[in-house]
C-alpha cells in the first residue's frame, strides 16, 4: 500500500515527533544529546525555517516548527540523515536508527501553539525525570526564561513569547507560569508498548473516549464540525486511528462525519 500524503499546515506550524527504532534509545549519553542540539543549528544555517521549541528524551524528540521557506518533510530528512551518520559511525552500527517516518500534526491557531509549546517543555516532568521544568538541560525551556542562554542561537523564542505579551520581560513572566500549570493537554505521545496504541478495542470504547475527550475540550460531537475546532477534531481522529483498528466507515459513523475527512487524517 503506497503511504498517505502527509497533511499540510497552513500555518506552517508543525509539532513533529522522532522515535527509536523498536523503541530503541536515540541517545546512549549526554554527548549524542549535544550533538543532535547541534545538528538542529547547522541544518538551518540560512534560517530558512524556525524552531519553536524542542525536548530531547532518551528515545523520542518533540519539536515544534514553522517550516518557512523550507518543507517540513526535507527539514526532517536532513537533520535525521545528519545524526543517523553521526549515531552510525560513532557505535560501529548499521541500519535504521528511526521508526518509520516522523509524525507530526499541525498547529493552526496561538493558543495551540502555545499549548504545543508547554507539552513539549514539561515532557520531562511527565515522565518523571525531573521534579523542575527548568532543571531538565535537554530542552529549549532555558532560551525562554535566561537571556544570554546559548539555545537562543537555536530556538525563535519571539514568536510564542510575543503572543504572550509586546513587553519581553511580562512576556517571559507569563510564559513561566503558563507552562508550569498542570494540563490535560493532548498532543503526539510516545507509548512504551504498541499495546496502548490498541486500547480501543470496540465502538462502545470508542465512545466513550470521544465523550471524555470532548469533555476536557468543553465541546460537543457536533462542533468538530465546526471549521474553528479542525485542529481538535483531527487530533481525536488521530489518537482513534492510533489507539484502534476500528475502520473509516466506523469512525466516521461515531463521529458523524464525513468518510473522506477521517481518510485524509494521518
Not at 538542529?40 to 530531547?56: G, R
Request: glycine letters at 2%; proline letters at 2%; charged letters at 30%.
Amino acid at each position: 500500500m503506497p503511504r498517505q500524503s502527509r497533511k499540510l499546515s497552513e500555518s506552517k506550524n508543525y509539532h513533529v515527533m522522532i522515535r527509536g527504532n523498536e523503541k530503541k534509545e536515540l541517545f546512549r549519553n549526554n554527548e549524542d544529546k549535544a550533538r543532535f542540539i547541534a545538528i538542529l543549528k547547522e541544518k538551518n544555517e540560512h534560517n530558512k525555517y524556525s524552531i519553536y521549541a524542542f525536548c530531547l528524551m532518551d528515545n523520542h524528540v518533540h519539536l515544534l516548527i514553522n517550516e518557512g521557506r523550507d518543507e517540513i518533510s526535507r527539514i526532517m530528512k536532513r537533520i535525521n540523515v545528519s545524526y543517523v551518520y553521526y549515531f552510525n559511525k560513532k557505535y560501529n552500527r548499521t541500519g535504521h536508527l528511526f521508526q518509520d517516518r516522523f509524525k507530526s500534526e499541525i498547529i493552526e491557531t496561538d493558543s495551540y501553539l502555545l499549548a504545543a509549546a508547554r507539552y513539549i517543555h514539561r515532557n520531562p516532568l511527565k515522565a518523571g525525570i525531573t521534579q523542575k521544568i527548568s532543571q531538565y538541560r535537554w530542552s529549549s525551556y532555558p532560551a525562554y526564561i535566561h537571556e544570554n542562554d546559548l539555545m537562543k542561537n537555536i530556538v525563535d523564542t519571539d514568536m510564542i513569547l510575543g503572543i504572550l505579551s509586546p513587553d519581553r520581560q511580562t512576556a517571559v513572566q507569563m510564559f513561566i507560569e503558563y507552562t508550569s500549570q498542570d494540563t490535560k493537554d493532548d498532543f503526539l505521545e510516545y507509548q512504551e508498548n504498541d499495546e496502548k496504541e490498541k486500547d480501543i478495542i470496540n465502538e462502545k470504547n470508542a465512545r466513550i473516549f470521544i465523550n471524555e475527550y470532548l469533555r476536557k475540550k468543553d465541546l460537543v460531537l457536533n462542533d468538530l464540525k465546526n471549521k474553528n475546532n479542525i485542529n481538535h477534531r483531527d487530533e481525536l481522529i488521530c489518537a482513534l486511528k492510533m489507539r484502534s483498528n476500528l475502520s473509516i466507515r466506523q469512525l466516521a459513523e461515531i463521529l458523524n462525519l464525513d468518510r473522506n475527512i477521517i481518510q485524509r487524517r494521518k
